[in-house]
DNA sequence: AGAATCCCTATCGAACTAATAGGCATTGTA
DNA sequence: TACAATGCCTATTAGTTCGATAGGGATTCT
């Protein structure tokens, strides 16, 4: 899975109406300027959270958006798979079962790709809107999800190489 | 990441390689035949893993390609990373570890980016092409890596949704 | 000498990405 | 009731990436 920088100012721009949660219609212009997004491009990309019934909106004169969910409910994966499409490194999560069931010479390599996805999955799904408020003053980030009876996973010590790991 | 056309046909060369490691020199042809890839395009694709180090090739009649080192020796992660790039879905690991110092509004954002990249590196960094070997006769895959001193990682029961979780 | 094979650079069309443009529709307010 | 503010929607564009092909040069075996 990538993350385009259409994804990326989704994101952010969603971390933005969780901050204004309950405030009204907030128009594209202010958060443009806010999150320093490029103004004619968020349009769109609201446009289609719009569609996909994350994010609504008003029109004419004191219009805007606002979330449509509360930010415990609204999780990563359902923003990033609408923006930026599957989970999966390659193809998705069903052709990848298919291929593992029927290409035999390369059952294992697809296998490798479902286990990447299925992590990916795993931290996407359990982290939403609300778990990426952070305080102010506070410091080093870590949050946590609870509310709504979702079980809440921390993905501890997770580190591949040596302490110096680029990518 | 998002593993390329490219990506995989590399994968899918190297898989090729291994079953006939130690057995000299093959040559591209038969490669491209036995895995069903485009020849010209392949042959770009050993260059740049030739040059890489991973392959070696021999040249003129009776020439072609095989492993420079053993199957236990060649992670995956290395093969994507050359091919495809970074591991982490957005930027690198580098840039994702600045981001979360400095910008502390996003902050959270990019230390979930980052867990997905380290839950990705680990995987790929603990599977080797000799781990992808199956036997011809075995049923559904299940691989391990042992040798030369590397810590052994069986991504159990890793799964995201219900049961029935696409992409 | 000649055939086989890898080496290397160039090129190509299709698709995707990030972004901009501009007119239409709706709504609050003077 | 006008009009200004705002979202809605479609089109367009420049640039990049992707997957693939082409072809001549260099090397090695027989």
Chains 1, 2 share one sequence.
């Not at 035999?104 to 390599?109: I, K, S, T």
Request: charge should be positive.
């Amino acid at each position: 899975m990538k993350i385009s920088q259409k994804g990326l100012y989704a994101l952010q721009a969603l971390m933005m109406l969780t901050r204004r949660y309950n405030q009204g219609a907030i128009r594209i212009r202010d958060i443009a300027y806010e999150e320093s997004l490029p103004e004619k491009f968020l349009e769109l990309i609201l446009l289609e959270l719009k569609n996909a019934r994350i994010v609504e909106s008003a029109r004419g004169a004191k219009g805007g958006y606002q979330l449509r969910r509360p930010p415990d409910e609204i999780r990563l994966s359902e923003i990033i798979r609408l923006v930026d499409g599957p989970l999966a490194p390659f193809g998705d999560a069903e052709q990848l079962r298919g291929l593992i069931t029927r290409d035999a010479d390369h059952r294992a390599l697809y296998q490798v790709f479902l286990d990447v996805r299925d992590a990916a999955a795993k931290i996407l799904e359990n982290t939403t809107l609300a778990d990426l408020m952070t305080k102010p003053g506070a410091g080093p980030a870590r949050r946590s999800s609870k509310k709504k009876g979702e079980a809440s996973v921390v993905p501890l010590m997770v580190h591949a190489g040596g302490k110096e790991g680029h990518d």
